[in-house]
């Protein structure tokens, strides 16, 4: 089963491993038909970020996606999660973080205005978030606080991935780099 989001609040489910979609028109909490950017693993379930602060979650049981209460208006391009803490992020490096699953969240303060456009975890739990500019912030405490990789300055990104236990791969316009973290002792 899988979904797919876009513009205007497009919303496409498939039960079929993707051979037919069907639309989910009337089935989101969006009835302004926000732009939707991503849809993440989140626990147990999945989230959809979207613009002008909203995230969304998929309530199985209703067959529907169901608002998630924020008091901000961050447009999200994604979200990442390790367990019960999620990190959605997005525009003009705004990021909230939720320890309890996403029952409540904070902003946290990511030390760049640069739009966050990815993000990964890394196998020792580390959270890697990709800018628009071409940097990445790591956070070793769940997202609680990130910090700049040093010496990663490179083309803009677009998305990020986790290849190992010490380095991502960074796409963009400009094409697809392998970067080298340094160890979590080294970024305190």
Do not use: C
């Amino acid at each position: 089963r899988g979904l797919a989001v876009g513009a205007f609040g497009l919303v496409l489910a498939t039960d079929d491993a993707g051979r037919s979609w069907t639309p989910w028109l009337g089935r989101s909490d969006d009835p302004r038909g926000l732009h939707l950017y991503a849809v993440r693993p989140a626990g147990a379930g999945l989230l959809v970020a979207g613009e002008q602060g909203l995230l969304l979650r998929v309530d199985r049981a209703r067959g529907r996606l169901a608002r998630v209460p924020l008091r901000h208006a961050a447009t999200f391009f994604g979200v990442v999660a390790r367990g019960r803490e999620l990190v959605a992020f997005g525009l003009a490096g705004q990021a909230l973080r939720s320890g309890d699953g996403g029952r409540t969240w904070r902003p946290v303060h990511t030390g760049t205005n640069a739009t966050l456009v990815g993000g990964t975890v890394l196998p020792d739990g580390r959270i890697v978030l990709a800018t628009q500019r071409g940097e990445l912030l790591a956070s070793a405490d769940g997202g609680r606080t990130f910090r700049p990789v040093p010496g990663v300055h490179g083309p803009p990104a677009a998305a990020v991935a986790a290849v190992g236990p010490d380095a991502v791969v960074v796409a963009g316009a400009a094409g697809v780099r392998r970067v080298a973290l340094p160890t979590p002792e080294a970024t305190r």
